[in-house]
T-cell receptor
Framework: DTGVSQNPRHKITKRGQNVTFRCDPI?????LYWYRQTLGQGPEFLTY????????KSRLLSDRFSAERPKGSFSTLEIQRTEQGDSAMYLC?????????????FGPGTRLTVL | ELKVEQNPLFLSMQEGKNYTIYCNYS?????LYWYRQDPGKSLESLFV?????AVKQEGRLMASLDTKARLSTLHITAAVHDLSATYFC??????????????FGQGTELSVKP
């Protein structure tokens, strides 16, 4: 069990460029979540997958954002035509929901800076 | 809309003192989590509280849950510098069939000074 990993850890891009982040969950965890965290705030939910199915997307997720989990293992989050307001830490978490607990384990995050 | 509010948002403590962080949430939930975040790092799970009256303790931290009051507390006993971090509570929306996504409070930034 190597924990949740995310790549890259840091990304600096110019406004208007596209970026893609990758998340590798803990093996055998069938749920994978994406959150966004801005400075001084708690993480905000973006979307989640159960296996390869994307089951929910937040209203925060504009059409410029897309997430995939093609084989139910790793996931990618793509942001097209980045804007300065997209600058944030993007966190991935995974879980294997069993009652009564469903603890989500977080990765180290990808810090995005849009210039 | 579910809201989760923590107070205080900033807490400066002296080593050896006790203090409590409060987490209020606006609607029914059957699971509440506490996480710790060090600067520039990700979130580390501390506690999961599942039922009314639940109490969990780990070292100098003790968390409790009152579901009727929709209130959780994180009590710090005899603080030490190593506890300096930001602490988040989060509420699970699984009972609303929303897949267990978490709604986080704003966080409490704790600084323990010698």
């Amino acid at each position: 069990d190597t924990g949740v990993s995310q790549n890259p850890r840091h990304k600096i891009t110019k406004r208007g460029q596209n970026v893609t982040f990758r998340c590798d969950p803990i093996s055998e965890h069938n749920r994978l979540y994406w959150y966004r965290q801005t400075l001084g705030q708690g993480p905000e939910f973006l979307t989640y997958f159960q296996n390869e199915a994307q089951l929910e997307k937040s209203r925060l997720l504009s059409d410029r954002f897309s997430a995939e989990r093609p084989k139910g293992s790793f996931s990618t989050l793509e942001i097209q035509r980045t804007e300065q307001g997209d600058s944030a830490m993007y966190l991935c978490a995974s879980s294997f929901p069993t009652r009564p607990t469903d603890t989500q384990y977080f990765g180290p995050g990808t810090r995005l800076t849009v210039l | 809309e579910l809201k989760v509010e923590q107070n205080p948002l900033f807490l400066s403590m002296q080593e050896g003192k006790n203090y409590t962080i409060y987490c209020n949430y606006s609607t029914t939930s059957d699971r509440l989590y506490w996480y710790r975040q060090d600067p520039g790092k990700s979130l580390e799970s501390l506690f999961v509280l599942l039922s009314n009256g639940a109490v969990k303790q780990e070292g100098r931290l003790m968390a409790s849950l009152d579901t009727k009051a929709r209130l959780s507390t994180l009590h710090i006993t005899a603080a030490v510098h190593d506890l300096s971090a930001t602490y988040f509570c989060a509420v699970d929306l699984a009972i609303y069939n929303q897949g267990g996504k978490l709604i986080f409070g704003q966080g409490t930034e704790l600084s323990v000074k010698p």
